[in-house]
């Protein structure tokens, strides 16, 4: 099936670091969403988009719909061992009611 | 009501049997889905309901799988002759309105085939 890419596919950050991650499409969507799946769980939902442009905060986390519609962006700021973890995108094309998933970035904090 | 509820949580199988799964979603969510997660990989859509009525279907679910959700309330998963390449987590979430609240995920179902 279709998956949005997700760069970078993992990282390793030092406590207290800011951390910036991406999402990437060749498709135009008209909501994208933010995911944290933690081992053995079903991925908890963090932000939610819903115009291009859009910049939108949860915390610590800060998330953009790109103007182009094609892309999206979070941010961690000041990250703590608490934020290890996967985190996925998610889009959902205009017309239809379900969520395309990325391929996840796999976080890991040094503490 | 305390979320999606998914059972069991892990289910080991030997190729060929068939197994269920069962999916509670919050009450007030009018749509359900599945969506099938291997190791390393993001969810990928399986099927989706409103109410009883299943709207989409992906390839991924060939004929040996079956979904219902008979009275608008609990889906069931069912996959027929099972193959080692159906080892995976299976994932079930649930809406009221997915392009303005998301979906809320359930815990899954870890399915392994040996």
């Known amino acids: 099936g279709q998956q949005l890419n997700q760069s970078p596919q993992s990282m390793f950050i030092q406590e207290g670091e800011d951390v910036s991650m991406n999402c990437t499409s060749s498709s135009i969507f008209n909501t994208w969403l933010w995911y944290k799946q933690d081992p053995g769980e079903g991925p908890v939902l963090l932000i939610a988009?819903?115009?291009?442009?859009e910049l939108t905060s949860n915390g610590r986390l800060t998330a953009q719909f790109g103007i182009t519609r094609k892309d999206s962006f979070l941010n961690i700021s000041a990250s703590i061992p608490s934020d290890v973890g996967i985190y996925f995108c998610a889009g959902q094309k205009l017309g239809t009611y379900k969520y395309i998933f990325g391929t996840g970035t796999r976080l890991k904090v040094l503490a | 009501d305390t979320g999606v509820s998914q059972d069991p949580r892990h289910k080991i199988t030997k190729r060929g049997q068939n197994v269920t799964f069962r999916c509670d979603p919050i009450?007030?969510?009018?749509?359900l889905y599945w969506y099938r997660q291997t190791l390393g990989q993001g969810p990928e859509f399986l099927t989706y309901f409103q109410n009883e009525a299943q709207l989409e279907k992906s390839r991924l679910l060939s004929d040996r799988f079956s979904a219902e959700r008979p009275k608008g309330s609990f889906s069931t998963l069912e996959i027929q002759r099972t193959e080692q390449g159906d080892s995976a987590m299976y994932l079930c979430a649930s809406s009221s309105d997915p392009l303005v609240y998301g979906y809320t995920f359930g815990s899954g179902t870890r399915l392994t085939v040996v």
């Open positions: 988009l819903y115009k291009a442009g």
């Open positions: 009450s007030e969510h009018n749509r």
